[in-house]
C-alpha cells in the first residue's frame, strides 16, 4: 500500500509483511484523560482503526501501542478546579474513553499503557540522554540540547524562529533561566506544589510530555517502529522531539519509518479542543445517532484533510449506513447469483491508496445497491452479502443482527 509519511512529505510504498514474517508495529499518541472524548479523538483513532483492520485484512499481524497521558498539566489543573484528586479525574476519564472507543467499535490497543506507570522508563532514558552528551541538568531539571541534533525539527520543515514560536504557543517556556537555549525541552522537572512527583537521580519531580512517548514506545513496539501517529497539531514540538531523543538514545534511523497525522476536526471556524471548549463528545453524539452513522460521517473526508464537523449532516451518513444495513438484511432468490468480486478490488485499491475512506464508502455504497437490486429481481445475493459484510468489517462497521 502507498501511505503519506509526513517526515518526507511523499507518498511511499508500506511493505505490508505477512503475520509469519514479523508484526508491523504501530504507535499513535493517546489521550490526555481529562474530559474525554470529543469527536476530534474520535476521528484520529478511527482513522488508525481502519489501518489496522486493513493491515489485517491484508494478513499482517498488527501490535498497537495507545499511551495515556496521565502526567501533564492539563489534568492536574483540572483536578485541582473539580477539587478531585488526578488519579480519580485520570480513571474516571480513561473508562469513559475507553467505553466511547467501544461503542463506536474500536479495536483495543494491544498495550495502553500510563505514563504514571513507566516512570522508571522514563528516569532511565534520561539518564542514558545525560551521559550521551544531549541533554544536561540544572537545578533538578532535566533538558535535552537541540544543538546536539543537527537535524532537529526536519519534520516540521519551519526555521528556528517559526519552531519556537509554535512551540510557545504549547506550552514551552522559552524564558527559563535554567536552559542553554529557548527551544531546549524538558525531559524531567521539579513538580509544583500539590502535583506528584517521583523520586530520580535529580531530586523528587516529573516527567516532560515528550520524553513520556519515547519510553514508552520503544518499551513496548522496540527501538524503531514501523507507523507512528496522530493528530496534525502533534507534528512539532511532539513528534520532531520525540524523534531526536529516541534517535539520541537507540541510535537507530529512522525511529519511524512512517510518521502519519490526521487532520484536525474544526466546529464553528474553530480547531476542536478541549482547552477552547468548543466540544462535541462522541458520547453525546451516540445518544443522538447510531455508531455506524458516526463512524461513516467521520471516515467521509481525507483523513489528512481538516475536517468540519457538521452536527446537521451526520443524520445523512446515517441514511448511508442504514442503506448498507439493508442491503446485508435483504432476501434474494434463486435466479443467477449476484457477482461483485469487482468491488472487492476496487475497495482494496482505495484504502491501498494512502487510506483513501471516502473512494471505499463509495465502493460500499454501489455495491450495496447492487445487492439491493439484485435482490428485487430474486437473484441469488448470499456470496455478494457476504462480500458486502466482509468490506464493511475492514471500516469497522458493525453488522446488523436480530429484528432490530
Known sequence: MYLYNSFTATREPFVIPTAAERPVTLYVCGVTPYDTTHVGHARTYLVFDV???????????????????????????????????????????????VSDCAALN???PTYLPKASEEIAAVIEMNEHLVRLGHAYVCEGNVYFDIHTDPNFGAMARMGYEAMLATANQRGNTPNDPR?????????????????PTWESPWGMGRPGWHI?????????????????????DLLFPHHSCEIAQS?????????SRFWVHV???????????????????????????????LRWYLLHVPY?????????????????????????????????????????????????DDLNTPLALDVLTRTAHEVLRAAAEG????????????????????????DE
Open 51 to 97: 489501518l489496522i483492520r486493513y493491515l489485517r485484512w491484508r494478513g499482517a499481524e498488527v501490535r498497537y501501542c495507545q499511551n495515556v497521558t496521565d502526567v501533564d498539566d492539563p489534568l492536574f489543573e483540572r483536578a485541582e478546579r473539580d477539587g478531585i484528586s488526578w488519579q480519580e479525574l485520570s480513571r474516571r476519564e480513561l473508562e469513559r474513553f
Open 106 to 108: 474500536m479495536i483495543a
Open 179 to 195: 536552559k542553554r537555549d529557548p527551544l531546549d525541552f524538558v525531559l524531567w522537572q521539579t513538580g509544583k506544589p500539590g502535583e
Open 212 to 232: 513520556e512517548c519515547s519510553a514508552m514506545a520503544t518499551r513496548y513496539l522496540g527501538p524503531q517502529i514501523d507507523i507512528h501517529g496522530g493528530g496534525s
Open 247 to 255: 534517535e539520541a538514545v537507540t541510535g537507530k534511523r529512522p525511529f
Open 263 to 293: 487532520g484536525m476536526v474544526y466546529l464553528d471556524g474553530e480547531k476542536m479542543s478541549k482547552s477552547l471548549g468548543n466540544l462535541v463528545l462522541a458520547h453525546k453524539a451516540l445518544q443522538e445517532h447510531q455508531a455506524n452513522a
Open 304 to 352: 489528512r484533510d481538516i475536517f468540519p464537523y457538521e452536527r446537521g449532516e451526520v443524520g445523512g451518513a446515517g441514511g448511508q449506513a442504514g442503506h448498507l444495513h439493508d442491503a446485508l438484511r435483504a432476501t434474494g432468490g434463486a435466479a443467477t447469483a449476484l457477482d461483485v468480486s469487482r468491488a472487492r478490488e476496487a475497495f482494496g485499491a482505495a484504502l491501498a
Open 379 to 402: 437473484r441469488d445475493i448470499e456470496a455478494a452479502q457476504a462480500t458486502l459484510a466482509e468490506l464493511a468489517g475492514v471500516l469497522g462497521f458493525q453488522h446488523p443482527t436480530g
